[in-house]
Each structure stands twice: as structure tokens, then as C-alpha cells.
């Protein structure tokens, strides 16, 4: 049998990109295909995590532990832009939390990603990646991605000529319910709170993928971070089609505690589905 192959769910090919988000399910994910594999090849496999310059510092923490916990190198990555896009390998000690590599992007894009247009995931996260793994004389491999048999609505990624897109987690049939109760049985977790199967306040901070009420409880909580108000004013846009940041903060100072009270005030809806 090839690396990464576990559970039954058949060989894959030689060289493996594993994309490790720095949350929960892809931690989840790593662990099982290093368990299965008596560790992570080095040979032939890659453990990338992409940092945008917008990630919290727990996820970073996170990051950290996964790979000293679980003995395994993972690959710190991030955007830059120098005359055309190029990858900076960083580490914890040196990954941005300024949105730096994110506002690089915009500075070139010159607009904003939205709901229909995620140019942030595709260049910050996918093709930095990629074109890292190209610089390494790699030709064609399979990436392994962490996305769950409750989410088959991720399950259609758009075909590449260099990546066969794998997902160990949908094809073992791993639930959010499963993420949860591994993490309730190791010594340390990701430090940001657990709701239901979901983690509350992950990914990218303030993301225009999380639901409205997520985004506004951040800025309740976070109210010193300008960051998406500050790009949106100066790239003449919005994250979001139904409202900008800056309306979003306005509401949440002038109408905290009804917005927070009243059911149906906020959209719960994530994903960018809200209508």
C-alpha cells in the first residue's frame, strides 16, 4: 500500500500534499493518516499550512502543538508579492497577524473577495500551495483535504491538472460528532470554544463566510480590530453583498443588546448563504 491510505479507503498516489487548515477536522485528518502510516513520509509527503495574515493566534498556537504533538513537520507558508505572487516560508515566530500577505493580494486584485468570488482561499491558501510544491520539482500528486461525510456540499472541487483531490474524512464517513469527541479525549485542543460540532470563532477572523451573528459577536469582542473596515474603505467595496463592515460595527454599538436578543435579527446561516 501506498502512504496515506487508511480505513479501507484504497491506495492514492506517491506524493501527497495534506492541506492542514490549522483547525480542528484537518488536525483530525493528519493524525489519522499518521497513525495509519506509522508517521508522515517525508520522502514523498507534504504537510502545508497556509497562514493569510488573518488567522488567530490560537490557531497558530495550534499549529504549533499539532506538529510537536503529533511528530510531524508541517510546512509554514505564506503569500507575498515581489514582482509577481511568491511563497514565504515563515514559522510561528515569524507568521503575520497584521493581514499583510491578505492585503498584498487585494493591493494587486485592486477589489475585494465576496461570496461568489473567493479570491482569498484560491491565492492565499490554494495556489500558494501549489506553486510551493511545483518549486519543490513536484509534477502531480494527491491532496488530501478535510472536509467531513456531513458536508457533501464541499465535496466537488473543481479538477486540476497537478492535484487529485482526496477526502480521507468524507470517505470514511467522519462526522463533525467524531471530530468532537477525539478532541475531548486528548490532552490539548485548539483554544477556541466548541458549539454544537462547530468551532466558534475559527478560521480567518471575521471571515464574510461565517454567519452575520459570528461576525458581529467578533467585533463585540474584538472591537480593535479595523482591519476588514480599513481595506473596505480603501478598495471602495464589501465583503459582503448584503452589508458592509462598517455597517455591521455601527449596528452592533448602537443595537448590541437587541441584535444579540432578538431571534431572527442576525442571519445564522454561514457559508455565505445568508439571503
Known amino acids: 500500500r501506498d502512504s496515506v491510505a487508511s480505513r479501507g479507503l484504497g491506495d492514492v498516489y506517491k506524493r501527497q500534499h495534506i492541506a492542514f487548515s490549522g483547525g480542528?477536522?484537518?488536525?483530525?485528518?493528519?493524525h489519522q493518516i499518521a497513525q495509519a502510516n506509522g508517521g508522515i513520509p517525508s520522502d514523498r509527503c507534504r504537510v502545508i499550512f497556509t497562514n493569510?495574515?488573518?488567522?488567530?493566534?490560537?490557531?497558530?498556537?495550534?499549529v504549533q502543538?499539532?506538529?510537536?504533538?503529533?511528530?510531524?513537520?508541517?510546512v509554514w507558508l505564506e503569500y507575498r508579492y515581489d514582482n509577481g505572487p511568491r511563497d514565504q516560508p515563515v514559522n510561528k515566530?515569524?507568521?503575520?497577524?497584521?493581514?499583510?500577505?491578505?492585503?498584498?493580494l487585494l493591493q494587486r486584485k485592486r477589489r475585494l473577495p465576496n461570496q461568489?468570488?473567493?479570491?482569498?482561499?484560491?491565492e492565499l491558501k490554494v495556489r500558494t500551495a501549489r506553486r510551493w510544491?511545483?518549486?519543490?520539482g513536484w509534477k502531480k500528486w494527491t491532496k488530501a483535504t478535510g472536509i467531513r461525510a456531513d458536508e457533501p456540499h464541499r465535496l466537488t472541487p473543481a479538477?486540476?491538472?497537478?492535484?487529485?483531490?482526496?477526502?480521507?474524512?468524507?470517505?470514511?464517513?467522519?462526522?463533525?460528532a467524531d471530530i468532537a469527541a477525539f478532541w475531548r479525549a486528548q490532552p490539548f485542543d485548539l483554544?477556541?470554544?466548541?458549539?454544537?460540532?462547530?468551532?466558534?470563532?475559527?478560521?480567518?477572523?471575521r471571515c464574510f463566510l461565517k454567519s452575520e451573528a459570528d461576525i458581529a459577536a467578533e467585533i463585540r469582542d474584538t472591537p480593535e480590530d479595523d482591519w476588514p473596515e480599513r481595506m473596505e474603505a480603501k478598495f471602495k467595496g464589501t465583503f459582503s453583498k448584503r452589508y458592509s463592515m462598517a455597517d455591521m460595527r455601527r449596528s452592533v454599538e448602537t443595537q448590541g443588546d437587541w441584535l444579540f436578543s432578538t431571534e431572527g435579527a442576525l442571519c445564522q446561516a454561514s457559508d455565505g448563504e445568508c439571503t
Open 191 to 205: 483554544d477556541l470554544p466548541l458549539v454544537a460540532g462547530r468551532t466558534i470563532g475559527g478560521n480567518c477572523r
Open 93 to 104: 515566530e515569524t507568521a503575520c497577524l497584521d493581514g499583510k500577505p491578505f492585503e498584498q
Open 24 to 30: 480542528r477536522t484537518s488536525a483530525f485528518m493528519l
Open 133 to 136: 510544491l511545483v518549486m519543490q
Open 159 to 176: 479538477k486540476q491538472p497537478r492535484e487529485t483531490i482526496w477526502h480521507p474524512l468524507a470517505a470514511a464517513g467522519t462526522t463533525k
Open 116 to 122: 461568489a468570488e473567493r479570491t482569498c482561499t484560491e
Open 52 to 62: 493569510t495574515g488573518r488567522e488567530r493566534s490560537e490557531t497558530l498556537d495550534f
Open 65 to 74: 502543538e499539532v506538529s510537536h504533538r503529533f511528530a510531524v513537520p508541517v
